[in-house]
């Protein structure tokens, strides 16, 4: 997952956010804590994306114009921190800019078991999608976070209960997102700086691209819940979570593709 995201961010190209504002810098990290145990910023360096053991069945490469288009959805990444035995991923917060961030994770295909898995490992996932929307509609909610203005409370919603729906009751869920703040889904969803639009240059994005075939990985799509409209919702779509991604060896991606069209 760290090579994905060093390989998205080491394009020489900038999306248009970058380019009319660096954003926020790298994290300084301290080495250690006292007791040694506190983060440091790690040594390691991920082989080349596409490459290594854990491409061992199917490596592949990118294409650059891949690569470029990926950057205007991925969060900035800073490298790989370390707290004690374990690595993680340092990535630019993307409820950073909020001051109560409602926050829906999607996650996208209709299949989430890649063919080159095991059968064990095929069969579970299979199960998984379809007894919910998964193989149904293309995605699931894994997560949902929404500012209840009227309480002043944070409402929050977790995986299983994402797992419950259905074809028929996935409207309400998304329509009680927006509308949590609120706002009316319109405002959310609709419009030109609307999660609809952003999500319709995604799906462009996949119609073009020959490089990746991405496996549970998920749409995040964020908004400001203190917002009074559409102009000050700040709505953002991200595309996030890499670990099971491999390279689609130059055909299309209609796992997640015909989940977006």
């Known amino acids: 997952e760290a090579a994905l995201y060093q390989l998205v961010w080491s394009a020489p190209r900038l999306t248009e956010k970058e380019e009319k504002d660096p954003g926020t810098p790298m994290p300084q990290l301290p080495s250690s804590d006292s007791g040694g145990t506190g983060p440091k910023l790690s040594a390691f360096d991920p082989p080349p994306w596409g490459t290594g053991a ?19 959805f991925v969060p900035r990444f800073y ?19 909020y001051r109560q961030p409602c926050v829906l994770d999607l996650k996208m295909g209709h299949n989430t078991g890649y063919t080159w898995a095991t059968e064990a490992y095929r069969t579970k996932c299979r199960g998984k999608d379809e007894s919910t929307t998964q193989h149904s509609l293309g995605y699931r909610v894994s997560g949902l976070q929404m500012y209840n203005k009227a309480t002043a409370a944070v409402d929050k919603a977790e995986r299983q209960w994402g797992k419950t729906l259905t074809d028929t009751t996935m409207g309400g869920a998304l329509l009680r997102f927006a509308s949590a703040s609120g706002l009316t889904a319109g405002q959310v969803y609709g419009g030109s700086g609307g999660a609809l639009s952003r999500l319709r ?17 998920s749409v995040l799509i ?28 130059g055909q299309q991606d209609t796992n997640v593709h015909g989940a977006l069209v």
């Open 54 to 72: 854990a491409f061992e069945v199917r490596p592949g490469s990118a294409r650059p114009v891949d690569v470029q288009g990926l950057q205007a």
């Open 222 to 249: 964020t908004y400001e819940g203190l917002a009074s409209g559409a102009e000050d919702a700040n709505v953002q779509v991200h595309w996030i979570d890499f670990a099971h991604t491999y390279p689609s060896l």
């Open 201 to 217: 240059l995604l799906r462009d994005w996949f119609a073009d691209q020959r490089s990746f075939c991405f496996y549970q990985a």
């Open 79 to 97: 490298g790989v921190a370390e707290v004690g035995d374990k690595r993680f991923l340092m990535l630019h917060d993307a409820c950073a800019d």
